[in-house]
């Protein structure tokens, strides 16, 4: 009985390591699970530009804001298809602020992109107060058309300073409709009276507005507070089809273009 027993359990163990190396081998023949397909990202996820694109990326200024006024957040330029739950309500009959700062100054007048084949006049713009949650705010305003707005408390051309324009990009002309694709490095040049002034791009970003608190935009907006470095700072809304998030393109001076060079 036993021996009967035993033989009994000797066959059940090697059918059970029979089994084991059939499985084994099956597993090793069989070929790699396929990756799963790329999920699209979504509007408020897309992929970045930060300024690690530059070499030489421009720090975000660090001058004092206009103290005539309620601090300034970053223009809101209303997209085709933009939904209409704006987070600002505008305050009536608002004030505009001018600068006052004594002539002569260079104010830009015309813009050039040549990588982008921009050329458009350029407007001065204001600010108006808005109602932001529970505080009151100053935002800028934008211009019409196929035209940059130059911020009228910014900079004038060549000095030390933060040189700031707005432009649309999916309405209006679409003046700024490009400036997604620019690279560090490409020529931005801003004209006053006929004179140019030759700027190169350093960094591009974009920064989430929609959704955001005032703080955060308040510290989007430290990139067109006034600078002790000489810069341009153009601004306008992405994605393409929205205008959840701010673009920003920072260009600080670049030397002129020698004769027969083709700038980019």
Known sequence: MKRRLSR?????????????????????????????????????????PTAAMSESPLPPPQGDPASDGPPLILPDMPAEEATSDSP???????????????????????????????D??????????????REIVGQWDTPQGYA?????????????GNTVLNGHHNTQGKVFGGLIDL?????????SGGQPFRYAVTQIMTLQERWRTTDERLENARWIQPSTDERVTLVTCW???GNSHRLI????????????????
């Open 239 to 241: 994605p393409r089809s």
């Open 183 to 191: 690279q560090p490095g490409d020529t931005i040049i801003l004209w």
């Open 88 to 118: 600002t309500e505008a305050i009536p009959a608002a004030p505009t602020a001018r600068v006052t700062a004594a002539p002569p100054r260079l104010i830009p007048d015309r813009i050039t992109i040549p990588a982008l084949e921009v």
């Open 148 to 160: 940059a707005g130059w911020h009228n408390t910014s900079a004038p051309l060549g000095v030390p």
């Open 8 to 48: 009994l359990l000797f066959a059940a163990a090697a059918t059970l390591i029979a089994a084991g190396t059939t499985l084994l081998a099956l597993l090793a023949l069989a070929p790699e699970a396929a990756a799963p397909a790329a999920i699209p990202l979504g509007e408020a996820s897309f992929p970045t």
């Open 120 to 133: 458009a006049p350029v407007q001065e713009v204001g600010w108006r107060r808005v109602v932001l949650g």
């Open 249 to 264: 393109v920072v260009a600080a001076p670049a030397p002129a273009a020698p004769p027969g060079h083709r700038v980019r």
